[in-house]
């Protein structure tokens, strides 16, 4: 059956605490402008006037509606990974179910705290404290394989989540990442949450490569930084892919962190422009003048994800008909 937000049972507390969470959410606002975590007013002011409204209960679906199963696909892009909770965010305030997720390098880790927690608020706290050093531990100990260890990303995910293993989220997901030594794409849909996105995140030449499953593993941007045929695999009937990576242009190569990240942007959009073919919606917000480390642009590259999804929200709606329409005698979502 598919995901259903409105199931308290599946989403234990989510309808009962709604209320308070509109008030927390203003709350949450108004501290975060007073103490200055939060850069610029007008986001603030957003947080306070929309927050309630993103979490009323979602309006249920008739007992004779089928809906299809809805997969996000959440690519790679380092810092511009701040995007995707924008577009969760719309998704979630507009009603659109989430029933399976992909992700692919940062896509993992933001779509790993989102099927843990199936609430974008919980999401946009975590998101707004987490800062380049919670990511990166370089350590010149490391230096011939990779000057980042990625310990410090691992740790950052399991301190984070309510749950250990994949098979145990709320939302089915699966974190993408690549075979360094036959170039295979390798699915992580079991076991560790923590060990799947951090193998999923290592940039090769950046991080140090993973040993997991007997296998050595680096970022799934390699082979397929948009996975969306992994969530047609797993199940989608629809699929939402969010693409961060389509401005590549970056004059900011003065070192060799720099060149790699350059590099592997430059190779996974390319790879992507094919892949992505085979989505139902293709969200690419405006992210082009944020560098891929730059981590003090995360309101703007929130806001970029919220508008990005708020315009195809009238595409995903249509989507959804047509979908209804061909299969008529769909599973029937329970009332």
């Known amino acids: 059956m598919p995901h259903q937000k409105s199931d308290p049972k599946t989403h234990p507390g989510l309808l009962p605490f709604t209320p308070m969470k509109c008030f927390i959410g203003s709350v949450f606002a108004v501290v975060y402008l007073i103490r200055g975590l939060i850069p610029g007013l007008t986001l603030g002011l957003t947080l306070v ?54 992700g692919s390098s940062v896509g993992s880790l933001i779509g790993a705290l989102y099927a843990d927690k199936s609430s974008s608020f919980d999401l946009e706290v975590i998101a707004f404290k987490l800062e380049k050093e919670d990511i990166f531990d370089f350590s010149v100990f490391a230096s011939t ?15 984070r989540l309510a749950r250990e293993k994949i098979e145990d989220l709320p939302i089915p997901f699966a974190a993408v990442a690549t075979n360094l030594n036959t170039g295979e794409q390798v699915v992580l849909d079991r076991g560790s949450i923590a060990k799947a996105v951090r193998a999923s995140s290592s940039i090769p030449g950046v991080f140090t490569p993973v040993q997991y499953q007997n296998l050595t593993l680096v970022d799934g941007g390699v082979v397929n930084n948009v996975p969306v045929d992994v ?9 939402i892919a969010v693409n961060i990576g389509k401005d590549v242009v970056n004059y900011n190569t003065a070192n060799i962190i720099d060149i790699t990240l350059q590099a592997a942007n430059i190779m996974a959009n390319e790879i992507s422009a094919f892949k992505m073919r085979g989505a139902d919606v293709l969200i690419e917000p405006s992210v082009g003048a944020v560098k891929t480390m730059d981590f003090s642009m995360k309101e703007s590259l929130m806001r970029a994800g919220m508008e990005a999804g708020k315009n195809v929200i009238p595409e995903i709606q249509k989507k959804i008909s047509e979908w209804q329409a061909r299969h008529p005698n769909a599973a029937k979502i329970a009332p």
Request: overall charge positive; aromatic content about 4%; proline content about 9%.
């Open 49 to 102: 006037l929309t927050g309630c409204a993103i979490f009323q209960p979602p309006a249920l679906k008739g007992p004779s509606a089928p809906m299809p199963k809805v997969g996000l696909v959440l690519g790679g892009g380092a810092a511009r990974g701040f995007a995707h909770v924008g577009v969760i965010r719309v998704l979630e305030q507009e009603k659109i179910p989430i029933d399976l997720i992909v």
């Open 145 to 159: 394989t990779g000057p980042v260890k990625g310990d410090r990303l691992e740790q950052f995910v399991k301190e």
């Open 231 to 239: 969530a047609r695999a797993m199940g989608a009937d629809l699929v």
